[in-house]
């Protein structure tokens, strides 16, 4: 699989509050993204019309979705090829997700008190994909744009709410 596992997701992006388990739908579709799908709440609920996900329905017909369910949707998203572009770069760049993500949270770490949620920060990094020499095997740099060090500056005098 191209996406992250739920416990991948979880443990790449510590401090992002993903709820418990079982989800809402709005949740599930936000790990789901993190976890490197293209994925809204309208797409859960043609997996749901579909039979690929069974989340059991609550008061007002609401959905809540287990880790098995998310697990099963992000399946079906897979074989779908609905991903967010971040993990269509790492596929292109033959560069396994996994690694972009935890790439990405690295670049990210130094501002996790400045940055309140942020889930795709390619206009603020640049990425940079390194050959290893070894056929097929890839690593992946972020580094902090002139936009992205503009941005950080004016958190840090005050922007930061």
Not at 51 to 60: F, I, L, M, N, V
Not at 82 to 91: E, G, N, P, V
Request: one cysteine or more; proline letters at 4%; glycine letters at 10%.
């Amino acid at each position: 699989m191209i996406g992250l596992s739920g416990n991948e997701v979880r443990k790449i992006y510590p401090y992002v509050d993903f709820g418990e388990y079982p989800l809402t739908t709005e949740q599930a579709s936000f790990e789901l993204c993190m976890r490197g799908y293209h994925c809204e709440s309208s797409t859960l609920s043609y997996i749901v019309k579909k039979g690929h996900a069974s989340p059991k329905a609550g008061h007002g017909g609401n959905l809540f979705w287990s880790e098995s369910d998310v697990d099963a949707a992000a399946k079906e998203l897979e074989r779908m090829e609905k991903f967010r572009d971040s993990a269509t770069i790492a596929k292109t760049f033959g560069v396994p997700y996994v690694d972009f993500a935890r790439e990405q949270q690295k670049a990210l770490d130094p501002f996790r008190g400045l940055l309140i949620k942020l889930s795709e920060p390619l206009d603020l990094f640049d990425v940079i994909f390194h050959a290893t020499g070894t056929p097929g095997v890839r690593r992946v740099e972020y580094r902090l744009t002139q936009a992205g060090k503009r941005f950080i500056d004016s958190q840090r005098e005050g922007g930061a709410q």
